[in-house]
């Protein structure tokens, strides 16, 4: 007999809420709190374990920090005025909730280079952040950010998950070093593109980081505009959850896809136990064999990993 049924493992579920956001414009701090936390209402209303916001979800604010200027400069005022305040919000919405959130990212600055910085907010803990390491021409010469150099592995309850944002997807190389040699099982992938090329791009990178690597992916991409605000007048996303394409996974490795392009929030549950039985049973044993083939890159960055638990 060719298959025998695998044995019971252990479950380790997660449900995981990602938000496909729509900028527009507002004339507070408070507007945007409020919004935010509508959503982080309906995630827990659903119980979602981990909610995941876009990409530059703080430009919103753009509107309300004052004086004009080059978007670069925008973009630093931005950093300056508001990062305090955004981190404020989202340790109160983690605590008082008890989620996990994955606040999209949100330009911070480092000595004299602005990040784009992704953020893991905890129940009770200090957040934890990752700053974008592959930048695009616009982020590099319209708003001047500076590549970030380390990468964070976050240990919780159900497994490890880490974060690639947008464009750092598209490098299978950077997922598979925090899956071969980190356990992370879990890749968040918050984006911001303007076109449906751009949202095709992140999508079928993450849907391909999933079946390389036996793990699953979840985008959450930005939707709307800023009238006015340079490269941020018109945005497309079609957010996802992916799994791997196997027999213990939907067929077409797809958990759950927003609409494309509307503003809502999709939610699946997702068990990393099934991953480990699908990498000693599958029909293919793609993270298995890339342990032991040449195709290896050599990464020069720290990879740090925090244990952040309920109950710890």
Not at 82 to 102: M, N, P, Q, W
Not at 115 to 138: D, G, R
Not at 153 to 166: R, S, W, Y
Request: glycine share 6%; proline share 5%.
């Amino acid at each position: 007999m060719r298959f025998s049924a695998p044995k019971p493992v252990m479950s380790r579920p997660v449900r995981v809420c990602a938000v496909q956001y729509a900028l527009r414009t507002i004339s507070s701090f408070k507007e945007f709190a409020d919004h935010v936390e509508s959503f982080v209402d309906v995630a827990d209303d659903y119980d979602a374990d981990l909610i995941v916001f876009p990409e530059l979800l703080g430009v919103q604010l753009m509107g309300p920090t004052s004086g004009g200027g080059e978007p670069s400069e925008v973009m630093r005022r931005l950093a300056s005025e508001h990062t305090g305040s955004f981190d404020t919000l989202f340790k109160r919405l983690a605590t008082e909730y008890e989620r996990i959130i994955v606040g999209g990212t949100m330009p911070r600055i480092e000595g004299d280079r602005l990040l784009n910085v992704a953020s893991v907010y905890f129940p009770n803990a200090e957040p934890q952040h990752q700053a974008k390491l592959h930048l695009t021409p616009a982020e590099r010469t319209i708003w001047k950010f500076s590549p970030g150099h380390d990468l964070i592995v976050v240990d919780t309850n159900f497994g490890k998950f880490a974060m690639a944002i947008c464009y750092d997807v598209q490098f299978p190389e950077l997922v598979k070093i925090l899956c071969n040699h980190h356990g992370v099982e879990l890749v968040v992938v918050p984006y911001m593109t303007d076109d449906r090329r751009g949202a095709c791009r992140v999508t079928t990178c993450a849907r391909a980081r999933a079946i390389e690597n036996q793990i699953y992916t979840v985008t959450a991409g930005m939707v709307g505009s800023l009238p006015l605000m340079t490269d941020l007048t018109s945005q497309f996303a079609q957010s996802g959850i992916y799994t791997p394409a196997d027999l213990a996974f939907p067929m077409d490795g797809i958990a759950t896809e927003a609409a494309a392009n509307v503003e809502q929030v999709i939610v699946a549950d997702l068990d990393l136990a099934i991953l480990d039985r699908a990498r000693d049973h599958g029909s293919v044993q793609t993270f298995r064999d890339s342990q032991h083939d040449t195709l290896h890159t050599r990464f020069d960055g720290e990879v740090k990993t925090v244990r952040l638990r309920f109950g710890a």
